[in-house]
């Protein structure tokens, strides 16, 4: 079965509003990272965590490594954080890190 | 800024024909990797170098072959391509393979037709 899943697996916002976005895995790890792609297909990088919370404006994220899930807060959306967002959890047995499938995001006006 | 450089980023052949994309990383990283993102926007490492050296190896088609010719070089190079290997071919790099933070370039669009 899927090692990392995302949820939603899409999502439509009113600009403004808040959201929450979540990543559940079942492999050790000891980070997790999230990513922004944008339409032209660069992934942005957004937070690189080990376990706890880490905020940056609008966007906070929390890394839980007891309960194996990350949630993305986005607060007060904008129109340009439409895109897709991945997170990819660090596989501490084989140096990999195993992406989820992704939330694809639309903030509408 | 991008600090991981691909080239092409667009790149349309026939099936059969061999082809090979750049990587390159200015952050003075010991780690990169290969990945492919499908038609679902699933992402999938390919390979991984550490140093120069190959540590992740994924189940990929022998017709893939990546090349390292320093730590901040890997290029990406396939033999008679096929119409599933149309996808989007991201490089990235890291510190090091101990799960650090990892930086990807803008991608080689791949279509084969």
């Known amino acids: 079965g899927d090692q990392v899943k995302q949820s939603p697996s899409a999502l439509s916002l009113q600009e403004g509003t808040n959201s929450a976005l979540r990543c559940n895995f079942s492999i050790a790890t000891t980070t997790v990272q999230w990513f922004l792609q944008n339409p032209r297909g660069s992934l942005m990088n957004l937070f690189y965590l080990v376990p706890g919370t880490k905020e940056n404006g609008r966007l906070k994220s929390t890394f839980n490594s007891k309960e194996s899930y990350s949630t993305l807060h986005i607060r007060d959306a904008q129109l340009e954080d439409s895109g897709t967002y991945f997170c990819a959890v660090a596989n501490t047995g084989n140096y990999k890190y195993v992406f989820g499938a992704g939330t694809r995001l639309k903030v509408i006006a | 800024e991008t600090a991981v450089f691909q080239t092409p980023n667009y790149h349309v052949t026939q099936v059969g024909n061999e082809v090979s994309f750049n990587c390159k990383q200015t952050?003075?990283?010991?780690?990169m990797y290969w990945y492919k993102q499908d038609s679902k926007k699933l992402l999938k490492i390919m390979f991984s170098?550490?140093?120069?050296?190959?540590?992740v190896n994924e189940t990929v088609p022998r017709r893939f072959s990546p090349q390292s010719s320093d730590k901040a070089h890997l290029n990406l190079r396939i033999k008679s391509v096929e119409p599933e290997d149309s996808a989007v071919y991201l490089c990235a790099s890291s510190r090091d393979n101990a799960n650090t933070e990892v930086f990807f370039g803008k991608g080689t669009r791949l279509t084969v037709v």
């Open positions: 170098y550490n140093n120069k050296q190959l540590i």
């Open positions: 952050l003075g990283h010991d780690t």
